[in-house]
């Protein structure tokens, strides 16, 4: 048997690797890559985050916006399965998921949003909204909404993908 469990302090399995089936499978929901980021920049989990001067990122905050980099990793009962690049540096560093489950801050009072609809970078400082213009979400895209959310309701949780990088969370919590 060529398996290797590995336990957290819980003794529950949080990373199961399979020989014989070449899989290693890990307990949490995404894949994160840390990034340096402006000073200025809250790095509170599900945040937007669009690439900056000097390639630091900082928080969205206008719509459409093609910089876009990520979600900030995180939040909710979505952790890192796996996070790439984490090194000692000077520099401010965060954690972002370019792929996998997040979630994301979004403002759904621009239109509210629906299970399978577009998000891209808002208005709102850090939040995700509905991309309901395709021309202008060419390129711009953060994920696809796994919940809905009306203007007053509280979050969503979005799945990320490789491509445009970019991860959502909001005024409300879409997952």
Known sequence: MSKVFVKD???TNTIHLDGERGDTILQNAD???????SSNVAL???????IGEGERLEECTRAYDRRVAGVV??????????????????????????V???????????????????LTT??????????????????????KALRRCAAASPA????RHRGPTVRPRGTRWLT
């Open 9 to 11: 302090r819980g003794n």
């Open 31 to 37: 894949c994160a890559e840390e990034f340096d980021v």
């Open 44 to 50: 509170d989990p599900g945040t937007v985050l669009v």
């Open 73 to 98: 990793s995180g939040a909710g009962e979505y952790r890192p399965g796996i996070v790439l690049d984490r090194r000692q540096t000077r520099s401010r560093r965060g954690p972002v998921a370019p």
């Open 100 to 118: 996998g489950k997040v979630y994301c801050k979004v403002d759904a009072g621009y239109r509210p949003i629906e299970v399978g609809d577009l």
């Open 122 to 143: 808002s208005p709102t400082p850090g939040h995700a909204m509905k991309a309901d213009d395709p021309r202008e979400a060419f390129g711009a895209v953060i994920g």
């Open 156 to 159: 969503v949780k979005a799945s």
